[in-house]
């Protein structure tokens, strides 16, 4: 039987914390010298916005997912797996670690689920095999820091775009690993807009149901519970901008709300 690593922290970074800079440097260093091991996942949505405009493409969104035509995917790779990995790769540098960026289908980690053919080159992703698995701790125990986008590469080599949360939740699904959703959000609030530290299946329920939480709020914290079943680890949404964040963080502990199955 293969021993198996301790499993890392997963951090899914939104694009409000994508561009948190220096909250991102004292996250990093903390982490860093607490010696606790991590991996980032990203999307980056409005830098592909950005990108698409000034070429002139269109920007199509069906239910809020962006269609993603196969000749567009040299663009919108360009923006998650280019200009916001090598930003976020940066961050990482200065932090005094050593990034390394990927695909979050390399290696086997992941593997392409294509979605409504009407959005194009949009996908899910499932966790990947025992080998993906190996092959992404065995990066993170050689010192690197893997910088994992949310673009997708299927058998045949052709690109896909895919849902940052979604490739998250397969890659802490692969290591059964706690992960945390980070943006500017601290966290799921009671109806006096206080935090809510911990929650189960129940008390997301009761909160949606009595309409204290609505909207988006309500699609994440039933991902994040869904995440917490299917890693068998804690979940948290918390935001960059929480300046206990670092030391919570780095000493083991998890920040905002913790999503428990």
């Known amino acids: 039987m293969t ?3 301790a499993a890392p922290l997963v951090l899914k970074l939104s694009g409000k914390a994508l561009g948190a800079e220096a909250e991102l440097d004292r996250l990093f260093r903390a982490l860093k010298a607490a010696r606790r091991t991590f991996l980032l996942v990203h ?3 409005v830098e592909v916005d950005r990108l698409m405009e ?3 493409l269109p920007v199509r969104r ?3 997912l962006r269609v993603s035509p196969a000749e567009d995917m040299p663009v919108i790779a360009g ?4 200009a916001c990995s090598l930003a976020l790769r940066g961050a990482v540098r200065r932090a005094g670690l050593t990034p390394l960026g990927l695909l979050v289908t390399d290696g086997g980690a992941a593997e392409v689920v294509p979605q409504d053919a009407a959005l194009g080159r949009v996908a899910k992703t499932r966790a990947g ?3 993906g698995r190996r092959a992404l701790l065995g990066l993170i125990d050689a010192g690197w820091t893997p910088v994992v986008s949310s673009i997708g590469m299927d058998a045949e080599g052709r690109l896909w775009n895919i849902n940052a949360d979604d490739a998250a939740l397969s890659v802490a699904e692969l290591l059964a690993a706690p992960l945390v959703y980070l943006s500017d959000v601290p966290g799921v609030l009671d109806h006096e807009k206080r935090l809510i530290a911990t929650l189960d299946a129940e008390g997301v329920e009761v909160l949606i149901e009595s309409g204290v939480v609505t909207g988006g709020m309500a699609v994440k914290v039933r991902a994040a519970l869904s995440a917490a079943r299917a890693t068998g680890a804690p979940v948290s949404i918390a ?5 206990a964040l670092p030391d919570v963080v780095a000493n083991g502990g998890f920040p905002g709300t913790v999503m428990r199955a």
Do not use: P
Request: no cysteine; glycine share 24%; hydrophobic share 35%.
């Open 3 to 5: 021993e198996k690593t």
């Open 43 to 45: 999307g980056g949505g």
């Open 54 to 56: 000034r070429l002139n």
């Open 62 to 64: 069906i239910e809020g």
């Open 79 to 82: 923006g998650l797996a280019g």
């Open 129 to 131: 095999s025992e080998a």
């Open 239 to 243: 935001s960059i901008f929480d300046a």
